[in-house]
């Protein structure tokens, strides 16, 4: 019974360690490893919600002129326009742990933006999770 319980308390503890929000380091790193580093302007933004059990989720797909490139594998330039796309969740719980979601874009938003081309479409994805519009020190 002792084996157990112990088992229970560790299996808990993993759990809650694999859905615990990323150190700043790690979203550093994946900032510095992203294959896209730009500054975009936001043209239009479009979503379709829909309800899960324990969030809502936003499909988002985003239309941004380049206004700076620091790093492009891609070969990106400043002036192109590209389409981004991912998903986003909200929880419904406020108590909810885990790693910060991507922010919805806005329209008219200026910022830093760490993407990754897809590989099956001429789209781009965050690259850096939840940080991937946004600078880490």
Request: glycine share 6%; no cysteine; aromatic share 8%.
């Amino acid at each position: 019974m002792a084996n157990a319980i112990r088992l229970s308390f560790a299996s808990a503890a993993i759990a809650a360690t694999i859905s615990a929000e990323l150190p700043p380091a790690v979203y550093k790193e994946l900032q510095d490893r992203a294959p896209e580093y730009l500054v975009i302007r936001v043209l239009s933004v479009e979503s379709r919600q829909s309800d899960e059990q324990e969030s809502v989720r936003f499909d988002v797909t985003a239309e941004a002129r380049i206004q700076e490139v620091t790093r492009s594998a891609s070969g990106l330039k400043a002036g192109a326009v590209i389409r981004i796309s991912y998903v986003t969740k909200r929880h419904k719980q406020p108590a909810w742990v885990g790693p910060s979601p991507v922010p919805m874009l806005v329209e008219g938003w200026v910022g830093p933006a760490f993407l990754a081309k897809s590989k099956e479409r001429s789209t781009y994805a965050p690259a850096a999770g939840g940080q991937s519009f946004r600078v880490m020190k």
